[in-house]
């Protein structure tokens, strides 16, 4: 099942996208699928639906969530990501935060912030918590997790080469696309839904593919990463972790359109603009 968040005018609401063609990770707006709209807060109450239906292309899609405390993102968890930064992957998880004030959904620019010359897309599976996880187990942090959604991990590149921390480099305005839904894995006779352990991760820049990978190479798996995350923060309804992302980062300039994917939930795209 998936899960946007959209407006129609001034109220945002949830709804339950439907009737997707095969190819589900069309671009959002040129998709023949539809809404079901969803009274209240998905968060916090299991999805009814309003019996309205409105066509995807009449909404202006939102950011399926925006965390009320954290974005955490895990740095260098894959390998031969690790390797084109010039660096072993570290044993551990490298944890950071991007403020929510980063994030951003479909369509909206992307800001290249003006102290910074080289600003990268990361094509990215992120995680959706549900309830509140601390001093997790894998199997505990398994059963926290609502579903999942796309991120673009925007990293201002010079900067967290230059700068001792990687605060401005990764949490800057507008670097954290997010969406186009949550995806809500559904185990039925036809198998177990969404798997993220297997998942298709890409990037394109002006709708040429310029990062492809999958999540079968990640070094810490999504429940181990969950649990070493709340060994740090304690994390909340509605927070999202960054899984990292594969090789092939590259920059993005003014001007340009860029789209990250994960086969099997969707594609956010967002336009590259100057502050
Ligand atoms: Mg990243």
């Not at 999805?47 to 993102?73: D, M, Q």
């Not at 899984?243 to 590259?272: D, L």
């Amino acid at each position: 099942m998936k899960i946007a968040r959209f407006s129609t005018g001034a109220e945002l609401r949830y709804g339950i996208v439907d009737g997707l063609p095969a190819d589900e990770a069309v671009p959002c707006g040129e998709s023949a699928g539809r809404l079901l709209a969803l009274k209240g807060d998905p968060f916090y109450t299991a999805p009814e639906a309003t019996g309205e239906a409105i066509a995807l292309t009449e909404v202006r899609l939102v950011s399926p969530v925006i965390p009320r405390s954290k974005v955490v993102g895990i740095g260098k968890n894959y390998a031969a990501h690790a390797a084109e930064m010039g660096t072993a992957a570290p044993p551990e998880p490298i944890v950071f935060i991007k403020p929510n004030t980063a994030v951003i959904g479909p369509d909206t620019p992307i800001v290249l912030p003006e102290w910074s010359d080289e600003v990268h897309y990361e094509a990215e599976l992120a995680v959706v918590i549900k309830s509140v996880v601390k001093n997790a187990s894998p199997l505990q942090a398994a059963a926290a997790i609502l579903g999942y959604t796309v991120a673009n991990d925007v990293t201002a590149r010079d900067c967290q080469r230059a700068d001792e921390t990687w605060t401005r480099a990764k949490a800057f305005d507008t670097s954290c696309p997010l969406g186009p839904w949550i995806e809500i894995p559904e185990p039925g006779a036809d198998g177990p839904g969404f798997d993220p352990a297997s998942a298709v991760v890409r990037a394109r820049v002006d709708g040429r593919i310029v990062q492809e990978g999958t999540t079968a190479d990640m070094i810490h798996p999504v429940p181990e990463l969950i649990a070493y995350v709340s060994r740090v923060f304690t994390l909340l309804p509605g927070d999202v972790v960054l899984t990292g992302t594969p090789a092939g980062v590259g920059e993005i300039r003014a001007g340009q359109r860029v789209a990250v994917e994960v086969e099997g939930i969707g594609s956010i795209s967002n336009p590259v603009v100057t502050s």
